[in-house]
């Protein structure tokens, strides 16, 4: 199956939910392997924010996100109307620091999709994480549990007990996609009266109505509790003849408050960046355990790509750059080129080689007796390889430095010593923009993992001076 955006742009406006600032919502076409990102392009240099899990910063009431001093509140509607929709690449551009509530469902957003945006279907495959193992999350404390079980399709059922008697245990099932539109997207987000009082009360919900959301009383309230109720929505008044539903309003499931919740876990778990092949049961969800969850199953993403493709190494195989051509990509001389020759390269990833030698100046030292290649020189070599598959489709490579700006999650899993063959692969995370490069990396010794790391390097010309980040 091929990866979708969207053919036109669209926008909606609306109110945050917790801020109630009007914004302006659009989403745009996005190229193949861009995922879903949002742009606050109300602050200077219009930073983007992409979907990802580790972006998260809070799941206080909805799930927000922040890159650098940008932030974006309440995104798990939006992404579960594009989820639902069977897209993959949308940029969003928001005025403001809040996703607009709307009616409290998805629904608005999958409308105006449908009816103006339309889908392109581009060239490069879809990826997805296939689940081929059961994964489980569980909160000992909430008694919150996710578990995520092998199918061919993406489904997912959702428990909740509310401890209600109004709502009671509830019980949702998606059986796949096609479903949603219909079953999920028009279920709108919900609160019980105890739970407004106090949200009030901390100045979130600012944007909250009773037309974008359920409220649900859990007894008969005195016409006091009302009226001061009222003040707080800016509303003439409201009303519970009993047990129920605020102003009476009518359900549009049974079920409608179970359904929203498993909307929510589409949402939360769209921050994986790729979509399920598999069956999510979750128990109890809320934001902090989909992230926390959406976090786990990143990891097994990482670690499925990991272990699918460990590089084979044939020494009798004809480089794609020798030495020499190393040399001519990449400024590092003795004693700090760690890269011998490159056996592979693609527009996304590249595989090179490094032959460890007890002539290695820093075995003097590392250690005196009992030689070990330093793990931080492992990364650096890693480095070096990005670096060539960076600079793979640049025009000059030579006048071309790349420089560390973050390294993530390294791991150092076995000893490299001397006469061991360094096999090192490095994948693009997302496409290479504004010369920000975003890599997994991997080191082998036969098939055996030695070292990983996520790294992230950015790209500049020689005469360019870089300011802060530590050359590679």
Same mark, same amino acid.
């Given at each position: 199956?091929?990866?979708?955006?969207?053919?036109?742009?669209?926008?909606?406006?609306?109110?945050?939910?917790?801020?109630?600032?009007?914004?302006?919502?659009?989403?745009?076409?996005?190229?193949?392997?861009?995922?879903?990102?949002?742009?606050?392009?109300?602050?200077?240099?219009?930073? *983007?924010?992409?979907?990802?899990?580790?972006?998260?910063?809070?799941?206080?009431? @909805? $799930?927000? %996100?922040?890159?650098?001093? +940008? #932030?974006?509140?309440?995104?798990?509607?939006?992404?579960?109307?594009?989820?639902?929709?069977?897209?993959?690449?949308?940029?969003?551009?928001?005025?403001?620091?809040?996703?607009?509530?709307?009616?409290?469902?998805?629904?608005?957003?999958?409308?105006?999709?449908?009816?103006?945006?339309?889908?392109?279907?581009?060239?490069?495959?879809?990826?997805? *994480?296939?689940?081929?193992?059961?994964?489980?999350?569980?909160?000992?404390?909430? @008694? $919150?549990? %996710?578990?995520?079980?092998? +199918? #061919?399709?993406?489904?997912?059922?959702?428990?909740?007990?509310?401890?209600?008697?109004?709502?009671?245990?509830?019980?949702?099932?998606?059986?796949?996609?096609?479903?949603?539109?219909?079953?999920?997207?028009?279920?709108?987000?919900?609160?019980?009266?105890?739970?407004?009082?106090?949200?009030?009360?901390?100045?979130?919900?600012?944007?909250?109505? *009773?037309?974008?959301?359920?409220?649900?009383?859990?007894?008969?309230?005195?016409?006091r509790e009302l009226e001061e109720l009222a003040k707080k929505l800016g509303k003439p008044g409201v009303k519970v003849e009993a047990e129920g539903v605020l102003n009476t309003v009518q359900l549009r499931f049974q079920n409608e408050p179970a359904r929203h919740k498993l909307l929510d876990v589409i949402g939360d778990l769209a921050l994986i960046g790729k979509p399920i092949r598999g069956k999510i049961v979750a128990t109890k969800p809320g934001h902090t355990a989909n992230v926390e969850f959406a976090k786990l199953l990143k990891k097994h993403l990482t670690d499925q790509r990991?272990?699918?493709?460990?590089?084979?190494?044939?020494?009798?195989?004809?480089?794609?750059?020798?030495?020499?051509?190393?040399?001519?990509?990449?400024?590092?001389?003795?004693?700090?080129?760690?890269?011998?020759?490159?056996?592979?390269?693609?527009?996304?990833?590249?595989?090179?080689?490094?032959?460890?030698?007890?002539?290695?100046?820093?075995?003097?030292?590392?250690?005196?007796?009992?030689?070990?290649?330093?793990?931080?020189?492992?990364?650096?070599?890693?480095?070096?390889?990005?670096?060539?598959?960076?600079?793979?489709?640049?025009?000059?490579?030579?006048?071309?430095?790349?420089?560390?700006?973050?390294?993530?999650?390294?791991?150092?899993?076995?000893?490299?010593?001397?006469?061991?063959?360094?096999?090192?692969?490095?994948?693009?995370?997302?496409?290479?923009?504004?010369?920000?490069?975003?890599?997994?990396?991997?080191?082998?010794?036969?098939?055996?993992?030695?070292?990983?790391?996520?790294?992230?390097?950015?790209?500049?010309?020689?005469?360019?001076?870089?300011?802060?980040?530590?050359?590679?």
């Amino acid at each position: 199956m091929k990866q979708t955006t969207i053919q036109n742009p669209v926008s909606v406006r609306g109110v945050g939910l917790h801020t109630g600032k009007a914004v302006n919502l659009t989403f745009k076409p996005a190229e193949a392997n861009h995922g879903f990102r949002f742009q606050r392009i109300d602050l200077p240099d219009q930073p *983007l924010i992409p979907a990802d899990v580790k972006y998260v910063v809070s799941t206080n009431r @909805g $799930t927000t %996100l922040r890159n650098g001093e +940008a #932030d974006v509140w309440t995104v798990e509607h939006v992404l579960s109307a594009l989820t639902g929709l069977g897209l993959d690449n949308v940029l969003m551009e928001i005025d403001g620091p809040e996703m607009p509530i709307m009616d409290g469902t998805a629904m608005p957003f999958i409308e105006i999709l449908q009816k103006n945006a339309g889908k392109l279907v581009q060239d490069a495959d879809r990826d997805y *994480l296939v689940i081929d193992e059961p994964i489980s999350y569980k909160d000992e404390v909430t @008694g $919150t549990e %996710l578990l995520a079980l092998p +199918a #061919d399709a993406f489904e997912a059922t959702v428990m909740v007990d509310f401890n209600s008697k109004v709502l009671g245990p509830q019980f949702a099932a998606l059986n796949g996609m096609d479903e949603y539109v219909a079953e999920i997207a028009p279920c709108r987000t919900f609160v019980f009266v105890h739970e407004l009082e106090k949200l009030l009360d901390m100045g979130l919900i600012k944007g909250g109505d *009773l037309d974008n959301a359920i409220v649900i009383a859990d007894r008969k309230m005195e016409a006091r509790e009302l009226e001061e109720l009222a003040k707080k929505l800016g509303k003439p008044g409201v009303k519970v003849e009993a047990e129920g539903v605020l102003n009476t309003v009518q359900l549009r499931f049974q079920n409608e408050p179970a359904r929203h919740k498993l909307l929510d876990v589409i949402g939360d778990l769209a921050l994986i960046g790729k979509p399920i092949r598999g069956k999510i049961v979750a128990t109890k969800p809320g934001h902090t355990a989909n992230v926390e969850f959406a976090k786990l199953l990143k990891k097994h993403l990482t670690d499925q790509r990991r272990l699918l493709g460990i590089p084979k190494y044939d020494p009798e195989k004809e480089p794609v750059y020798d030495n020499a051509g190393v040399t001519k990509m990449l400024p590092h001389r003795f004693p700090f080129l760690m890269v011998d020759k490159i056996m592979e390269i693609s527009q996304n990833h590249v595989i090179g080689i490094k032959n460890v030698t007890m002539n290695e100046a820093f075995f003097q030292g590392h250690f005196p007796n009992n030689p070990i290649f330093p793990g931080v020189l492992q990364i650096e070599a890693m480095a070096q390889t990005g670096g060539i598959l960076a600079l793979h489709n640049v025009p000059d490579p030579g006048n071309w430095d790349t420089y560390f700006l973050k390294i993530d999650n390294a791991k150092f899993k076995a000893k490299v010593v001397p006469g061991d063959t360094l096999i090192l692969k490095l994948e693009l995370l997302e496409p290479i923009r504004r010369g920000i490069v975003h890599m997994h990396g991997a080191a082998y010794v036969g098939s055996k993992l030695v070292s990983e790391g996520e790294l992230t390097a950015q790209v500049v010309r020689r005469r360019t001076e870089a300011t802060e980040p530590q050359s590679s």
